[in-house]
């Protein structure tokens, strides 16, 4: 029998593995991402259209955003698109209902608390505690500096 070292091994991987078409996946998450900013922007128009002022209009296209994609992971389309855009799908807020609905769904065969809710959280929730933690720093940091400039 023979062994690889590190080296080796990496070296039959790369030889073996088919090249990535980086060009082709970043076009396709570029106009996913953009079609979803599109979106999100008619979205807009169309609230401010029926009469919503500007951040009532921005909360509804959130809203709208989130629910859309929870509705196509439900139905196994979220998948699908996200498998040939990449990025495209991820950065977006659609990416985030994705993340929290995806474990749900996978784990709803444990029950309602320790399946969906104990696991609904498990790839979103370090995003949400670093993010809500990161935001409170950079306001003290703020008033900190506030007081000494």
Do not use: W
């Amino acid at each position: 029998m023979q062994y690889f070292d590190k080296d080796r091994y990496a070296a039959l991987v790369k030889a073996t593995s088919p090249r990535s078409p980086a060009l082709k996946n970043a076009l396709f998450a570029f106009l996913t991402g953009g079609s979803i900013c599109l979106l999100g922007q008619a979205l807009f128009a169309l609230y401010a259209r029926l009469g919503a002022d500007g951040q009532t209009a921005y909360t509804l296209v959130t809203l709208s955003l989130i629910s859309l994609s929870a509705l196509l992971t439900i139905l196994g389309v979220f998948d699908r698109i996200a498998r040939h855009a990449g990025a495209g799908t991820l950065l977006p807020v659609t990416g985030f209902a994705n993340a929290v609905v995806s474990p749900a769904m996978d784990n709803k065969s444990e029950g309602f608390v320790l399946g969906v809710g104990a696991k609904m959280f498990i790839v979103a929730g370090p995003v949400i505690v670093f993010g809500i933690t990161a935001g409170a720093l950079y306001g003290v940091l703020r008033l900190v500096l506030s007081f000494l400039l």
